[in-house]
């Protein structure tokens, strides 16, 4: 079922890491969710991933779908604030906006839905091993 294409607003977007290697080297996921509907999209990364690699997954996976949202809330992480980040989004018009320590709630959408997929990725990755990716979508 292709997904309808429309314009996000508001995004929040984190990463869940530490997960065993797949069989295609993917160690982390990247959460993505639209504030206003709550759709998620959980994309396949890894975490030496830099900002350039996340910027083209971004461009093929987000953008290509959902156009350019106007503001994207995130953490701190080396790969959302580097320069080239930065720039990028300053330059699409996106306006970032990060959490911090001690105000864990501007990013709760993405924490939540973090949450959620840790705990049902933990109740399954044993039984999955190396393949815990080919089940993300489900």
Known sequence: MPIPKWKWERIAMDF?????????????????????????????????????????VYVKKIVRLHEVPLSIISNRGMQFTSKFWRKLHEKLGTHLIFSTTFHPHTDGQSMRTIQVLEDMLRACVIDFGGHWDKFLPL
């Open 16 to 56: 869940v890491v530490g997960l065993p290697k797949t069989l295609g080297k993917f160690d982390s996921i990247w959460v993505v969710v639209d504030r206003l509907t709550k759709l998620a999209h959980f994309i396949l990364v890894r975490i030496d991933y830099n900002a350039q690699q996340l910027a083209k």
